[in-house]
């Protein structure tokens, strides 16, 4: 296996003036460093984050190859330059040029891509980018830049936020992404289940119709019951009822409110309807639950 070098590392190969960097300053899976360089001719080993270049200062003439590919440009301020994680390259320009770097962790990229496309990521795969302009990349990248400057309060935090924003341009804009297995058409996705789940949290008080909750993820109530089946080992209606259920025992258990009101709140049509719930699932009444926690 190919050792990966990290940021850090780089003036090893590519001798500089470094200008900013945010070592030290407690950010994860982002980074920023800006150096001033003469013309140079590297090659530069495989690094284990994704680079995302931004020129300042002076104008050259850049010839890069990556892995057996060469292509030439001319960069001036303004520009932008990616480099994939885990590939070689080689760089060479002629002029004086000042630069920032923001490097974005592998581990940042995979889970933006994953919470995006709701499926479990094996590979993502920059574009090979050498001179692009790109208002929004130059934008987070100096926001980046001048954080690294400024160090104020919540740095780390709003460096992940920025990172955050410059991982979802890239993935919509400048990126492949390989996933680890095709999603089974016969199951709601991830993305789908966490919408369900959020939605029937905030729903629970009210009567929820099938309808609804396939309109919630898009699609139709045949195509929807049948993925929720195959998801939850269940359907729809008794899903709920299983959540109704276990809200109300947590609220009995650990809450002074009426249980007329507990019924109530977790979408009972009364408290009879809860007690006869309990009785048949629980083989208990609301009130021996509650009960229970005093002993």
């Not at 934008?139 to 990172?163: K, V």
């Not at 507990?262 to 208990?284: P, W, Y």
């Amino acid at each position: 296996m190919v050792d990966l070098i990290e940021p850090e590392e780089l003036p090893i190969w590519v001798p500089g003036e470094v200008l900013t960097a945010s070592d030290g300053l407690g950010w994860r899976d982002v980074g920023q460093r800006s150096y001033k360089y003469s013309g140079l001719d590297v090659p530069i080993p495989p690094m284990n984050h994704y680079m995302i270049v931004r020129y300042f200062e002076g104008q050259t003439p850049m010839d890069r190859r990556v892995e057996s590919h060469w292509k030439r440009t001319t960069c001036v301020p303004g520009h932008i330059s990616l480099l994939n994680r885990a590939r070689p390259s080689h760089w060479h320009w002629t002029q004086r040029i000042n630069v920032s770097h923001v490097y974005l962790s592998e581990s940042l990229m995979s889970r933006v891509a994953q919470d995006v496309l709701g499926r479990s990521i094996s590979e993502i795969c920059l574009h090979d980018v050498l001179n692009a302009e790109d208002p929004t990349i130059t934008s987070i990248s100096d926001a980046i830049l001048g954080e690294t400057r400024s160090s104020a309060i919540g740095g780390p935090t709003y460096a992940e936020a920025l990172g955050l924003q410059l991982s979802v341009h890239l993935l919509r804009n400048y990126a492949d992404v390989k996933f680890q297995e095709k999603v089974s058409q016969s199951r709601l996705s991830r993305r789908q289940r966490c919408t369900l789940t959020e939605y029937i949290h905030g729903n629970l008080q009210y009567q929820i119709s099938i309808e609804q909750l396939s309109a919630v993820v898009g699609l139709g109530v045949w195509t929807f019951c049948r993925r929720f089946k195959e998801s939850y080992g269940m359907t729809p209606c008794a899903y709920l009822l299983e959540k109704r259920i276990e809200q109300a025992k947590m609220m009995l258990l650990n809450g002074s409110q009426p249980i007329k009101a507990i019924a109530s709140e977790c979408g009972f049509s009364d408290q009879a309807h809860m007690t006869r719930v309990f009785r048949r699932k629980l083989n208990l009444t609301p009130g021996q639950i509650r009960g229970s926690q005093d002993h």
